[in-house]
């Protein structure tokens, strides 16, 4: 299983920036899917999950009411839409998927992941 994350750049702290999860060649469709995110020098962080589904989602406190995870299942893509942007969110952003059987469960743990992607570089200015 592979994973591509775009959708990166450099923005203004308060701009927005879209990020895309998909998988080379099949669906994303089988597999729960998370964010994480890290800085040099620290751990990978995580930042938003979504189930199968994409009823449940479930956000770290730092990014809820700026960030949404979403999931377009005709498209097979997971989107991590952030707003109102941070210095403090400066980090490569990875995606990461987990193959499923439940439609409703959501992953926030690092190591429930089995699949990760290359990572994205999100760089907020003040």
């Known amino acids: 299983v592979q994973l591509q994350a775009s959708g990166g750049g450099l923005v203004q702290a308060g701009g927005s920036l879209r990020l895309s999860c998909l998988r080379s060649?099949?669906?994303?469709?089988?597999?729960?899917v998370g964010w994480f995110r890290q800085v040099p020098g620290k751990g990978r962080e995580f930042v938003a999950a979504?189930?199968?589904?994409?009823?449940?989602?479930y956000y770290v406190d730092a990014v809820k009411g700026r960030f949404t995870i979403s999931r377009d299942n005709a498209r097979m893509m997971v989107d991590l839409q952030m707003n109102s942007l941070k210095p403090e969110d400066t980090a490569v952003y990875y995606c990461?998927?987990?193959?499923?059987?439940?439609?409703?469960?959501?992953?926030?743990?690092?190591?429930?992941?089995?699949?990760w992607g290359q990572g994205t570089q999100v760089t907020v200015s003040s």
């Open positions: 990461a998927a987990l193959y499923t059987a439940s439609i409703t469960d959501i992953y926030t743990t690092r190591n429930n992941y089995h699949y």
């Open positions: 060649g099949s669906t994303l469709n089988p597999f729960a």
């Open positions: 979504i189930s199968r589904s994409g009823e449940e989602t």
